[in-house]
């Protein structure tokens, strides 16, 4: 096959064989690159059938794929309704009630998928006022009796402590199934599934109360997670816990074996597939496994519960991770849903001149809309289950992937499409569904016209402070996106106070990270961050020096509270001035990432007194100097 064949297959395939750089140059994909991404994707003939589900939006006419000329056909809405139908040139006028309903016509039937225009978002839920809430890695939170893991009795605490100063959210990190095999391969954003929890991170109190302060003290006095052995150590506790359940089994009128057994039920082949997987590592017996799911369901069912009760509008929001791991259980049991020899990434930039090599698989896009984007809803609905919203990690990859062939280097990779119209109208729909909003990590190098494109379908992008600046200043609080979530900083980036006393810097150029000229950078990029917080109210008088950075926490979250954003998000570590930042990207064993815990209880965390003060600056703020 010549060049210009191999080019037309790839393109045909949803393959971009051209892509801007950093540097706004235009790059072409080698003509062998391309063969070896066709192969992987096993690329043949277009299906001619009808999709098994077909998206829409409210009250607009709805194209009928596979679908030619005039027809009689029948309409069963979701809520059991019955209407003909006549289709005409393939397509079907406009259905007025969002829902999941079925079209029939002749002997087909096809899902049609009809969402709002636009997802719910947390200017509806807070009424027009700015709302403001807590981010944190749920790891790394403390309370007595978590064994040394932060876990959903900790954000359960935590939740009911920021409520009662006025917070509607916290969002968390990922919460997804890991290894429980190998308690060492903590990762949260390298997840077995993202269909099922992680039972690490489990409060089995919330089940069973009389398993409360039953962790290791040692481990729980620790500065730093030992994941192995802290993991091994809950691992067994939580084993105890199973075995003391099995002599229940047959009790009539159990409330909680019941429960179980309906959790079980409920859960369907699917998550029997992830307890055989993980019983299949030498992890016990599948009974187990699903004991862990359900008592780790329940503990972030009641975190949620807890959170609303105390008077959040929003609650939890969930993480949902951008790719799995591929040897995970979802790739064990459901290969035909992902792209199994093809790595997620990102091409050569200005950062990473080589490109960049994530080491995550993910779903196939022909896979998505010959299965009737099942594996897509499944998942949403999962990080949904518990929670009032959910924040989309790398949520290009809704439109596009930088996939990479197994065993090549990130710059032979290339861009790959992805259904987003079909995708957004999804999320749409799910986020009415679940009362929840959607917040999409839109950050790095972004398509021309996608956040626009985002705020139409009422996804909240993201506003972090150290990129809301041009070369030479930081941008006005005023001139922040209303329609984005605000926030200081990310687990992926320098807290404030790292950055203020250059600790980011100093830790890069250790590992041989750094580049030449970043602490004389850094001297000027304080005193331009000084000039913008004095400028906006935020914080008086002179800077503050580099190894006392308490007073420009202080400025940097009052400064981001300024913004119109519907929703401000404190990340935990700046509310109480900590230094390190929870994971340093190009790194692995070389710096303590995913393992930090936070120095007080999560639920004494707003009675320390800088965490109090900077609430209040926050609070003050958010609401335009009122109390």
């Not at 590592?281 to 609303?308: D, M, N, S, V």
């Not at 990029?525 to 950075?549: F, K, Y």
Request: hydrophobic fraction near 45%; include cysteine.
């Amino acid at each position: 096959m010549n060049d210009d064949a191999i080019f037309d297959r790839a393109r045909a395939a949803g393959i971009a064989v051209g892509w801007t750089d950093a540097g706004g140059r235009p790059q072409r994909v080698r003509v062998e690159a391309l063969r070896r991404l066709l192969d992987a994707l096993d690329f043949g003939e277009a299906p001619s059938a009808p999709p098994p589900l077909v998206t829409a939006t409210v009250g607009r006419r709805i194209e009928l794929p596979g679908i030619a000329g005039d027809a009689a056909g029948e309409l069963v809405l979701e809520e059991g309704d019955i209407r003909p139908v006549r289709l005409r040139d393939g397509s079907l006028p406009g259905i007025r009630q969002a829902g999941y309903h079925k079209l029939r016509v002749g002997d087909r039937e096809i899902t049609l998928a009809v969402a709002p225009p636009r997802c719910l978002t947390a200017h509806d839920i807070g009424g027009g006022r700015r709302l403001w809430g807590v981010a944190v890695q749920v790891y790394g939170l403390r309370r007595k009796g978590d064994g040394g893991i932060g876990d959903a009795g900790s954000v359960r605490d935590l939740a009911e402590a920021a409520a009662r100063q006025g917070a509607d959210a916290v969002a968390l990190s990922p919460v997804h199934s890991l290894f429980m095999h190998d308690p060492g391969r903590y990762g949260p954003y390298s997840p077995s599934s993202r269909l099922f929890l992680n039972p690490l991170l489990a409060d089995p109190a919330a089940t069973f109360p009389d398993a409360a302060d039953d962790g290791d003290a040692g481990f729980e006095q620790a500065e730093l997670i030992d994941w192995p052995a802290a993991g091994a150590a809950k691992l067994a506790r939580l084993r105890r816990l199973f075995e003391r359940f099995e002599t229940r089994r047959g009790v009539v009128g159990d409330a909680l074996v019941a429960d179980f057994e309906r959790f079980v039920r409920e859960g369907g082949e699917t998550l029997r597939g992830h307890a055989e997987f993980e019983a299949g590592q030498g992890g016990g017996p599948a009974r187990y496994h699903l004991f862990l799911q359900w008592i780790t369901a329940r503990a972030f069912a009641e975190a949620q519960r807890a959170a609303k009760a105390a008077g959040m509008r929003i609650g939890l929001i969930s993480d949902l991770a951008i790719g799995m791991d591929r040897t995970g259980s979802h790739a064990a049991a459901r290969r035909a849903d992902l792209l199994m020899d093809l790595s997620i990434g990102a091409p050569p930039d200005l950062f990473n001149p080589a490109g960049q090599d994530w080491g995550l698989t993910g779903f196939s896009p022909r896979a998505l809309v010959a299965s009737g984007f099942e594996p897509f809803l499944a998942t949403l609905r999962a990080a949904l289950a518990n929670a009032g919203g959910v924040r989309i990690d790398h949520i290009i990859g809704l439109m596009r992937l930088w996939l990479i062939p197994r065993g090549a280097a990130p710059v032979d990779g290339a861009y790959l499409a992805y259904p987003l119209e079909d995708l957004l109208r999804l999320l749409a729909l799910e986020s009415h569904r679940h009362g929840a909003v959607v917040i999409g990590e839109d950050l790095g190098t972004v398509p021309a016209g996608f956040r626009a494109r985002l705020r139409r379908a009422g996804i909240a992008g993201l506003d972090v402070l150290w990129f809301e600046r041009t070369r030479l200043a930081f941008r006005r609080p005023a001139r922040w996106r209303r329609e984005a979530v605000a926030t200081t900083t990310t687990h992926d980036l320098p807290t404030v106070a790292g950055w203020w006393s250059g600790e980011d810097i100093r830790t890069r150029l250790a590992l041989g990270l750094g580049t030449p000229g970043d602490e004389a950078e850094r001297i000027q990029d304080r005193r331009r961050l000084w000039r913008a917080v004095t400028a906006a109210g935020a914080a008086a008088g002179s800077a503050p020096p580099p190894e006392r950075p308490e007073a420009a926490v202080d400025a940097a979250l009052a400064y981001v509270a300024q913004s119109p954003s519907s929703l401000m998000l404190a990340p935990a570590e700046d509310l109480l001035g900590v230094v390190p930042q929870p994971n340093l990207p190009g790194t692995v064993d070389e710096h303590p990432n995913w393992r930090r815990r936070l120095a007080p209880p999560a639920q004494d965390l707003f009675d320390v007194p800088d965490v109090r003060r900077r609430v209040d600056l926050i609070r003050r703020h958010r609401t335009g100097g009122q109390p």
